[in-house]
């Protein structure tokens, strides 16, 4: 077989292939013998049907388009390989001969992956996202736990904003009440805005025994009535003031595993600075990777580019039908225009694009290499996340196919590691702190063998399973 390769632009080539007589009569020969499959004539068992008598009963040419329809797309792969080309995206077809005794001769037009040089990708120069706590916000998680243990009393006095009142509530449109609004003995919190706002404005001053009536717009996305004037029946049965628990240490073992207020306090204090640095380095490693892309110009496969706006569209319209609503609707939902989605998906796309052809490139630069216990690794993590076994993870991956995909996740997040590890960063939180705060390994402690425990987990479901069996 030989291919010759025309280079269209940066991201496109054309292959033309031909193939000798001698492959084309053997690809006909075997199509022949499928076929034959399914022929019955009399004289012949079935599969044994000679090709001569097979193209008198169905055709030469039903022969010729069954050898192609199985050769064709072999013949393709197996140039893409002699030629080192790595396509992405559906080649077109340019069919010129597919004859037994001429051989056979086709071009595959394809989008391919850009060729470039990357730069340094050490010290590049970025300062550390705000990780630090201060008391003011332990102070206010503090208060809101004391607001969720809060009980309310009655009160003898006139209500006011903050307080809750019972009430009953009947809603009339044109006279006629709407059945759906009609509630009765229910909590309302002052200036909730849980029913319309100008009940908010009504409640303060009032007193347990008040009914009032007021109208008032009802939303516009209320069924049936919306936007319409209504109606509002209030009858005020009692008022209630929130009282704050002590702070003291009885409250810290009420509302905690802790023993008093000061370690409720350093508790607190410690579960914000975990989840503030978690979120600080995630947003490190974002904006080291944008730094090392924004130095690299190159160009972009339209394929690939579509095929991850198409992902992420369908990543929405999946999270849609979760909901139980259509694709539009969550959109309106969300106050989205659908136009601009469309575009902010095509821009981010483009984004992902680069980077990932980026970390592609950084990874085969730099030798990242992924061994199997990282996979293990990696669906351990996917099963504890999902609360699943690791091996229905591992089903899933290997009847999907994506375990190339896995691989290519983790090479591209050693990747970013490698780029944040060689980055000259200004501040951030010191090894030992993340070590206490259980974000990186202590290198004086044992590693877990994830591999290992993988392995133990599934040997035990295979154990219980023999067990349910028996």
Known sequence: MKT???????????LTIEVEPARMTRAFNLAAKHLAENVQLKGFRKGKVPRRLLEAQIGKDAVAQHAMEDHLGTFYAEALRAEDIHAVGQPEIDLDTWDEAEGAKFSATVEVRPEFDLPDHTRIGVTHPEWDVDMEEVESQIEQLRDRFAELDEVDRPAQKGDYVTIDLEVTVGGEPIEDATVEDA?????SGGVTPKLDDELPGVVAGSDLTYTDDLPDDYPEHGGEEAEFLVKVKDVRAKTLPELDDDFALTASEFESVEELRAGIRRSLLRRKVQEARHELRASVLEAFVARIDIPLPPSMIEAEKDFRINQVKQQAEQYGVDFEQLLQMQDVDPEQFERNAAAQAEQSVKAQLVLDALAREIDVTVEPREVDEEIYRQAMTRGVEPQKIAQ??????????????????????????????EGGPDDALLVELGLKQDPDQPTIDVARTVGDIQAAIDEQAARAEA
Do not use: F, H, N, W
């Open 4 to 14: 010759t390769v025309e280079r269209l632009d940066p991201v496109k080539v054309k």
């Open 396 to 425: 899933v991956i290997e009847q999907q196919g994506s375990l190339p995909v896995l691989v290519s996740d983790i090479m591209r997040r050693k990747s970013i590691d490698a780029l944040v590890e060689a980055a000259a960063i």
């Open 187 to 191: 909590l309302y919190e002052i200036g």
